[in-house]
């Protein structure tokens, strides 16, 4: 298991729709952890950490992009953008 952090960038058109908070969990079996979040009518930014196996990360950081979610993998030792 590992600990991986990406940068979320939600279009309005996904914002009321739970996929990191229930839909990577039940369909993957990762563990989602938001960080940081910052919220408009028009997009959502999330800072979120991602703890599973490798293919289910990887798996599910596509499920996102596939969604329409645009997803930046956060480097070790870089820091996460500006919310």
Not at 35 to 43: G, K, L, P, T, Y
Not at 47 to 55: K, W
């Amino acid at each position: 298991m590992s600990t991986r952090r990406f940068f979320c960038t939600f279009p309005q058109a996904l914002i009321s729709q739970p996929l990191i908070s229930h839909t990577l969990g039940a369909k993957f079996g990762v563990v989602p952890n938001i960080r940081a979040a910052s919220i408009s009518d028009s997009s959502a930014h999330v800072f979120v950490e991602i703890e599973g196996g490798d293919l289910a990360v990887d798996d599910s950081v596509a499920f996102l992009t596939e969604s329409g979610v645009e997803v930046r993998e956060i480097a070790d030792g870089e820091d996460v953008p500006k919310l």
